[in-house]
């Protein structure tokens, strides 16, 4: 335990983010959206399937936790292996690429009964 009562954990953390977000924006909004919709469902399923959970999804980015970084690292690769599949049905300027970062942290809980 830590100071105030706080159990700290180590936790693997995958961020993922779309690259050249605004450009497929500017150029087509509707799709771009439909598509991030669809490539964020197929990316919590497998976030569930490797025991991780989605933190946070604003604009284009996407934040889950993993308790294991080998469980968070794995997902990765899935996660690129299966998206570059659904790409390669997309015209070449449509496609729709996720930059993927993992690392690992000591955490405390975020919220407590005292700043809920």
């Known amino acids: 335990m830590t100071q105030n009562g706080y159990k700290r954990k180590l936790t693997a953390i995958l961020s993922a983010d779309v690259k ?25 399923r ?16 996407l934040l889950a936790e993993f308790a294991s970084v080998v469980d968070a690292v794995n997902c990765a690769v899935e996660i690129q292996r299966e998206l570059a599949e659904q790409n390669a049905a997309l015209p070449a300027q449509r496609r729709m690429e996720f930059r993927i970062y993992s690392s690992s942290h000591a955490t405390r809980p975020l919220f407590t009964r005292a700043n809920r």
């Open 20 to 44: 050249e977000y605004s450009r497929l924006m500017r150029e087509d909004e509707e799709e771009t959206i439909r598509t991030l919709t669809a490539y964020r469902e197929t990316m919590a």
């Open 46 to 61: 497998f976030m569930q399937q490797f025991r991780g959970r989605v933190v946070d999804a604003p604009g284009d980015n």
